[in-house]
């Protein structure tokens, strides 16, 4: 019944296949002194919430957030369901079909459009990151800019996003399960897996630089509620979504009231005797970088992209985990392929003395390469004896026409680069080049036994400001 009311407030989205509409619809339905927004409360002065204490009252609402995960995933597999030819087809259970989709997995690409990987899918990892820190009694109301209360809360909303993300792809209530979507080319890849919770991490974190720059000054510059209610909820689309799943006014803020009761607090002056010292320069404890991939491997091209993470163990040492894969280019003609990569090591990485920041690693972990072969002859026998099939289905022809072969190993990298910082939370990796030695064998007359990458990308520093 609340999944029905929710749907009725607001055009609810398939990440998987769709992106959401704007928040437009949904502040036209609803009204604006909902329950839940705070604006029932005495008019007060309420200025950003420092961060909270991490001692008394740092439990997660486990209930609370199961119910709420359930209800979001039941929003997005009901609408799935509901719009999905393909996902009704493949029907529901744990038995062959299931344990196809998550065998089937390999690869970076899924087949889907850019939005739906690259915006779809990271709106869904920042919306279960903002279930998470809505039930999270210890950092969920730390604002952006409050210090390193506010990075734990969103490195551990991040997590939550991960596994939320993993369950959504191919757990018991996923996309593997109902629908049965990565059995069938082309759904296979694990672009998902990287880009939902990674890039749903830096959607959460722009949100809130969004609503400390931009929503708070306009709500201290003026009193019109329909003015305050348009900034907060289009602004920050994740948590608007994520405070009507939780059964809030979608522009509820924990940190201070709702868009009647709101008031800015007055404005505090420091002498400048009394001024704190400048911290001195520290590195950032936490890395997450996306970063686009280029490759020789395999005696052609191989491009694709991935994700990195990074946690400082010492002044100058880091453990890095990158996952990232690519399509294979230049191979001959009606055979295609792609790889995944899976590393995990040491990065010697001097401690910050300037805007620039070189580094060197070893990394050590697995590589899986997949090759398919399309036999044009039999693809035209198959399309002719199913010519009256819905051209909504006809992925599940795909295996009457190709075959598929694959092979796995061992890989070793060692790599250089230099980061060159923007500000104390951004910064560019300017070139990162990697030399890659791996066990795999041939695969079609083509050795994968080695390699070089070039990669260049955004850094997301955390714990430095």
């Known amino acids: 019944m609340l999944a029905a009311l929710l749907l009725s407030c607001f055009s609810l989205p398939s990440f998987s296949h769709t992106l959401p509409p704007g928040p437009a619809a949904f502040i036209a339905a609803c009204a604006p002194d909902s329950p839940g927004g705070g604006d029932g409360d005495p008019v007060r002065a309420v200025p950003i919430a420092p961060s909270r204490s991490p001692g008394a009252g ?94 734990k809360g969103k490195l551990r909303a991040a997590a939550f996003a991960w596994a939320f993300s993993e369950q959504f792809e191919i757990g018991p209530l996923s996309e593997a399960s109902i629908g049965h979507i990565q059995k069938d080319f082309p759904q296979q890849g694990f672009v998902d897996h990287v880009i939902t919770p990674s890039v749903g991490l830096g959607w959460m974190i722009a949100e809130d630089a969004l609503d400390r720059y931009v929503v708070l000054p306009v709500e201290n510059a003026t009193t019109n509620k329909y003015v305050r209610l348009l900034v907060r909820a289009g602004l920050n689309p994740a948590r608007t979504f994520a405070n009507v799943v939780d059964g809030k006014a979608p522009w509820y803020r924990a940190s201070r009231a709702g868009v009647l009761a709101y008031r800015a607090a007055p404005a505090r002056t420091f002498s400048a005797d009394r001024a704190a010292p400048p911290e001195p320069l520290k590195p950032a404890p936490f890395e997450f970088t ?117 092979t796995s190993g061992v890989a070793f990298t060692a790599g250089t680069g230099v980061d060159y910082k923007l500000n104390d939370a951004l910064a560019i990796r300017v070139a990162n080049i990697e030399y890659l030695h791996t066990s795999a064998a041939s695969l079609g007359g083509l050795s994968y036994s080695s390699g070089l990458r070039v990669t260049t990308g955004l850094v997301l520093r955390l714990g430095t400001w």
């Open 290 to 406: 996306v970063a686009p991939d280029f490759r020789q491997f395999g005696g052609g091209s191989c491009v694709g992209g991935g994700a990195e993470a990074a946690y400082r163990v010492a002044a100058e040492l880091q453990m890095v985990l990158d996952v990232n894969g690519c399509k294979l280019t230049g191979l001959q003609k009606n055979l295609s392929g792609d790889a995944l990569f899976y590393q995990v090591g040491p990065r010697w990485t001097p401690l910050p003395t300037s805007k620039w920041s070189p580094y060197a690693h070893v990394l050590f972990g697995g590589v899986k390469i997949t090759h398919e072969t399309m036999y044009p002859d039999k693809k035209t026998i198959v399309e002719a004896a199913n010519k009256n099939l819905d051209p909504s289905l006809a992925y599940t022809l795909h295996d009457q026409y190709t075959s598929r072969e694959e």
């Open 58 to 151: 740092s439990a997660i609402q486990w209930g609370r957030l199961s119910s709420d995960s359930i209800r979001f995933l039941a929003i997005m597999h009901g609408f799935r369901w509901a719009t999905e030819a393909g996902t009704r087809a493949g029907g529901f259970g744990y038995g062959s079909g299931y344990q196809r989709s998550v065998e089937n997995l390999h690869g970076w690409a899924d087949g889907d459009p850019f939005y739906v990987n690259y915006v779809g899918h990271p709106m869904q990892g920042a919306v279960a990151g903002r279930l998470f820190l809505l039930n999270d009694r210890r950092y969920g109301a730390t604002e952006f800019g409050s210090g390193s209360d506010y990075w």
